[in-house]
């Protein structure tokens, strides 16, 4: 016979957060950033931060000696609390993402 795949349900579920952040050089180079890392290029570069709508993320835009844009996502306040909302809402538990 067939077997039929039964969905999870939510409360057996993770939302990952990250506790880390990403460093975008655009167009295409990127990787991942730790604290310090984000503490040293808030000290060095003095970044704007936006709110981007889609990812619920704070993004600091700025641009190096070099001229290289970068767009930097690292969890904020409000980011962290949008997704455990997002989490309740859904029944689903979480598990926080680190790195270093």
């Not at 730790?34 to 600091?60: G, I, N, Y």
């Not at 000696?65 to 767009?71: M, N, V």
Request: negative net charge; aromatic residues 10%; glycine residues 8%.
């Amino acid at each position: 016979g067939e077997e039929r795949h039964r969905p999870s349900p939510p409360s057996s579920l993770l939302v990952g957060i990250n506790f880390y952040g990403n460093d975008y050089r655009l167009p295409h180079e990127g990787g991942s950033m730790v604290a310090s890392q984000f503490l040293e290029v808030l000290d060095k570069q003095r970044p704007k931060f936006v709110w981007d709508t889609d990812a619920h993320e704070h993004v600091a835009k700025y641009k190096t000696k070099d001229g290289a844009t970068h767009h930097l996502y690292y969890p904020s306040l409000k980011s962290v609390k949008d997704r455990l909302d997002a989490a309740s809402e859904l029944g689903c538990g979480i598990a926080i993402w680190d790195l270093g």
